[in-house]
């Protein structure tokens, strides 16, 4: 049972535009969320959190929203650059303890 | 770079080899972990060393022991590997409990014959 999915396997943006990403999970004990990025060949980098107290955070041109009544989160990219094309995969951890439950990924594509 | 090293980054062998990965990181986390990711799916967690003590055996097969020797170090050991634990293996670490991201590394490609 998925407690994280992400639901769309890619995504192709033109370069400039907005890439938003959609995340949605199934456990309430969730209150950490993250976004990393992964190149191939590399190990997943850490973008961006968000704690369940908050509905946004922002951070330059990556913005991380949580919407806790829908189990919703998004991560928007904006301008989208072509170094940004990746695997990003959403992620959370519930209350305490070490454990991080990853969703399948999405592949973005930024085009020139 | 990454500031957690993972050796080697390939890895060859057969089903009756007995090899080790090793994860190094000296940032001073204090929980380290593991996880197996097939292609084109999410990292899966195997195991949590939180203050060099194992805390989470995600139920993973003996096949597979890990070690931590001090704070800074992470080992797996592997013998009698099957087909089907050809995979990515990454290495992570963590300040601390709590609301921290993970740092990993750049994984180790293994391969089963």
């Known amino acids: 049972d998925q407690q994280v999915k992400q639901n769309s396997p890619s995504l192709s943006v033109q370069e400039g535009r907005i890439s938003i990403l959609n995340c949605d999970y199934t456990?309430?004990?969730?209150?950490?969320f993250l976004w990393y990025k992964k190149y191939p060949a590399e190990g997943p980098t850490f973008l961006i959190s968000?704690?369940?107290?908050?509905d946004k955070n922002e951070d330059g041109r990556f913005t991380v929203f949580l919407n806790k009544s829908a189990k919703h989160l998004s991560l928007h990219i904006v301008p989208s650059q072509p170094g940004d094309s990746a695997v990003y995969f959403c992620?959370?951890?519930?209350?305490?303890?070490?454990?991080?439950?990853f969703g399948a990924g999405t592949r973005l594509f930024v085009k020139a | 770079d990454t500031e957690v090293t993972q050796t080697p980054k390939h890895l060859v062998m057969g089903m009756t080899n007995k090899k080790s990965l090793k994860c190094e990181q000296h940032?001073?986390?204090?929980?380290m972990y593991w996880y197996k990711q097939k292609a084109k799916k999410p990292p899966e967690l195997m195991f949590v060393?939180?203050?060099?003590?194992?805390?989470i055996n995600e139920s993973v097969p003996s096949r597979f022991s890990p070690e931590c020797p001090n704070s800074s170090l992470l080992n797996l050991h592997l013998h009698a590997l099957q087909p089907e634990d050809s995979a990515l293996y990454l290495c992570?670490?963590?300040?601390?409990?709590?609301?921290?991201?993970?740092?990993f590394g750049d994984g180790t490609r293994l391969s089963i014959l």
């Open positions: 940032m001073g986390h204090r929980a």
């Open positions: 060393y939180s203050y060099e003590k194992l805390s």
């Open positions: 992620a959370a951890s519930p209350t305490g303890g070490f454990k991080t439950i």
């Open positions: 968000i704690s369940s107290i908050k």
């Open positions: 456990n309430s004990m969730f209150d950490y």
């Open positions: 992570a670490s963590k300040a601390r409990e709590g609301l921290e991201p993970q740092h």
